[in-house]
């Protein structure tokens, strides 16, 4: 499990080809390989891969072809910047929000832009139909694996706000309109509505998410 909180922001090396469609991504990073270990989660971009070939300033990930196909990762490219998160930490603050690393689709990047004699940005994306249900004004949406807040919906069009911090500490300085960012929307929103259809989900009811604060 993540938060939504980059740690770093880690350059594509190299992406190679593999059998079967799948590919090795290698990537660049100093900060979170302190930690890493052979087998381990790590959140690319809002994706959950586990590491291989881990060095003092890289390590590697294989992308299986259904990876690849759902993902922004069809544009990346040597030199690209990824957000870079390791898992939550047991008993450690959760600063963002729950987040999987489990990508619902990818959403269209419309437009990031500095606010009018502000310090602030405005970024607007343009959301798969399919999963406008499941985002609300005030809700939490992950954006390449970064944990914000929805500010505005219009239509199948979401707008959050960045704070100075988040641009520069991001992958978003390096976006450009009509890229495809990895969207990944509120879990518990899909288990309240599972719940709400009559279906099981896991032993988690709608009584015990309230007990536990949701």
């Known amino acids: 499990m993540f938060t939504g909180l980059?740690?770093?922001v880690g350059k594509v090396l190299r992406l190679e080809d593999a059998p079967g469609g799948a590919r090795r991504l290698t990537i660049g990073a100093r900060q979170v390989t302190r930690e890493l270990k052979k087998g381990d989660s790590v959140a690319v971009s809002g994706v959950?891969?586990?590491a291989v070939d881990i060095a003092p300033a890289s390590f590697a990930?294989?992308?299986?072809a259904e990876t690849i196909a759902r993902t922004s990762f069809t544009r990346l490219r040597p030199d690209a910047l990824v957000n870079l998160e390791l898992p939550a930490k047991v008993g450690s603050r959760l600063g963002g929000h729950?987040?999987?690393g489990h990508v619902d689709g990818t959403a269209r990047l419309v437009t990031l832009e500095r606010v009018p004699k502000a310090h602030d940005y405005w970024l607007?994306?343009?959301i798969p139909a399919g999963l406008a249900k499941y985002v609300v004004w005030k809700g939490s949406i992950?954006?390449?694996g970064i944990s914000l807040t929805v500010a505005r919906i219009d239509g199948a069009r979401v707008g959050v706000a960045i704070i100075p911090h988040t641009f520069s500490a991001t992958n978003l300085q390096s976006l450009r309109?009509?890229?495809a960012?990895?969207?990944e929307v509120d879990v518990i929103a899909k288990y309240t509505e599972k719940m709400l259809r009559g279906e099981p989900a896991s032993g988690v009811t709608l009584e015990r998410l309230v007990s536990e604060g949701f």
């Open 6 to 8: 980059i740690e770093e």
């Open 48 to 50: 959950c891969l586990t």
């Open 61 to 64: 990930a294989d992308l299986a």
């Open 98 to 100: 729950i987040v999987q």
């Open 124 to 126: 607007t994306v343009e």
């Open 142 to 144: 992950t954006i390449e």
């Open 177 to 179: 309109p009509g890229d």
């Open 181 to 183: 960012l990895n969207i």
